[in-house]
């Protein structure tokens, strides 16, 4: 008899997921990340940058928010390399390296390293953003080092 071998489901972000309510406060972060761009929010009242995004700012009571461009570089601020996969997807992508990466005003955004040994992460390494295209609504933002992390 002939088996037919299942790929492991790859976890991602949805509009079925139990954070669904979220999907549209996230929105604007998605389609950036469409465009190869990082969005986050703005506080109108004190210009400080809120991610991740909220309904409110938590900086002025009552004050609104606005979605503006940040960059897609910065350094790492934390890291943890992953030895042993708790979702069958990454049994075969174990060590790998997630990484904090703090793009400048208080921004930092959580993803996975790529186009690098991961145990060669370091704190303060210069990182720019990957944007992987998974599907028509959804854009992983993954980093690598900046010249090759040298």
Known sequence: MNQVEMQPIRPLPNRDSDWSRDWNLYKPFWEGTREGKLFVQECTATGKKIWPPRFLSPY????????????????????????????????????YALVVVDVGDGVRFLGNTVGMDPTKVKIGMEMEAVFEKVDDEVTLVQWKPVNGGN
Not at 65 to 90: A, C, D, L, M, Q
């Open 60 to 95: 002025e009571p009552g004050s609104e928010v606005k979605w503006v461009e940040v960059g897609t570089r910065g350094v790492i601020y934390t890291f943890n390399i992953v030895h042993r996969s708790f979702y069958p997807y990454f049994n075969d992508q174990v060590p």
